[in-house]
């Protein structure tokens, strides 16, 4: 383009050139001839210094640079969460992104920390910010992409009425404990069959072996007491579900599974709940990695 525009300023200042020859043999009218000379070949300068310095500043579109950006492991993580939370369809029953996120954190850390089944990609998560009488446990299973169950489950006598609102980790307390928990063994006590659950987070539920904290049927867990009280009735602090469902429950998530017990209490932490190592290990494991996203950029 810089080429063209010489070409053309050449011949403009040569067809002006060839006039002013022509007429400068006119004495009479000399002096206006080479003031318009002056004129002429002055605006000329001008014009191509502007013009020059145009082009400097253009540059064709052919000559932007083309770079490749690659996707990092925390957006491609970040990418597969939010689909998969959109597959599950959990948002329609209530489970919140945010409870969903939380919970698979969780769980890719403790499979990263060798806590967890090899074998199984089952995780559970109870909401605890909602009231009693929704179903507010949700079992699923990651691999398939599928819920498995959505039900009730019931919180400690002393967390709180319909929406449990106090948590504890002490003995005899009779109050929920919030976290991350991997099932133990099956068992058959008071209850009948029984899950144990081994609390994963120092402070919070690190006693629940020891405070006998764990999964088994209630009578009291069922639309009958919500009809009855407006609630589900109340165990002594352990995830209590409905009577008929105990066995589907405990068979499905025994064994160095994930349960977590989710609250907005401000004070809960967890070192399970590190995102980068979770993005990791979901790379390494589960994730393919999404090729470079071409990006074309102008150069400046």
């Not at 507010?136 to 009730?152: E, M």
């Not at 002393?158 to 991997?182: L, R």
């Not at 069959?193 to 209630?218: C, E, Q, T």
Request: charged share 20%.
């Amino acid at each position: 383009m810089f080429n063209q525009i010489i070409n053309i300023l050449n011949k403009i200042y040569l067809t002006q050139k060839n006039y002013l020859t022509k007429v400068s043999t006119h004495r009479v009218k000399k002096n206006k001839f080479n003031s318009m000379r002056k004129y002429i070949l002055g605006g000329l300068g001008i014009t191509l210094i502007t013009f020059s310095l145009f082009s400097l500043g253009w540059k064709s579109p052919i000559e932007k640079k083309v770079r490749k950006r690659t996707p990092t492991e925390q957006s491609i993580y970040d990418h597969y969460v939010s689909d998969l939370y959109d597959s599950l369809h959990v948002e329609d029953s209530g489970l919140r992104m945010e409870v969903f996120e939380r919970a698979l954190t969780g769980f890719y850390n403790l499979k990263n920390a060798g806590k967890l089944s090899g074998t199984k990609s089952v995780i559970s998560v109870a909401d605890m910010d909602m009231l009693s009488s929704s179903k507010r446990l949700w079992i699923i299973d990651l691999d398939q992409k599928k819920v498995i169950l959505n039900t009730w489950v019931a919180h400690g006598q002393h967390s709180g009425a319909d929406k449990a609102t106090q948590f504890s980790n002490v003995n005899d307390s009779y109050q929920s404990s919030i976290g991350f928990y991997v099932t133990g063994e099956i068992y058959t006590g008071k209850h009948g069959k029984s899950l144990r659950l081994d609390g994963m987070d120092a402070g919070f539920n690190d006693n629940a072996r020891s405070r006998s904290i764990v999964v088994h049927g209630a009578s009291y867990v069922g639309q009958g007491t919500i009809n009855a009280l407006g609630r589900l009735g109340r165990s002594q602090g352990c995830p209590a579900v409905a009577q008929e469902l105990a066995n589907t429950v405990i068979d499905t998530i025994e064994g160095k599974t994930v349960l977590f017990i989710n609250s907005s209490a401000k004070q809960y932490t967890s070192r399970f709940l590190d995102e980068h190592v979770a993005a990791d290990f979901a790379q390494l494991k589960v994730l393919t990695p999404l090729p470079p996203v071409t990006v074309t950029i102008p150069e400046s």
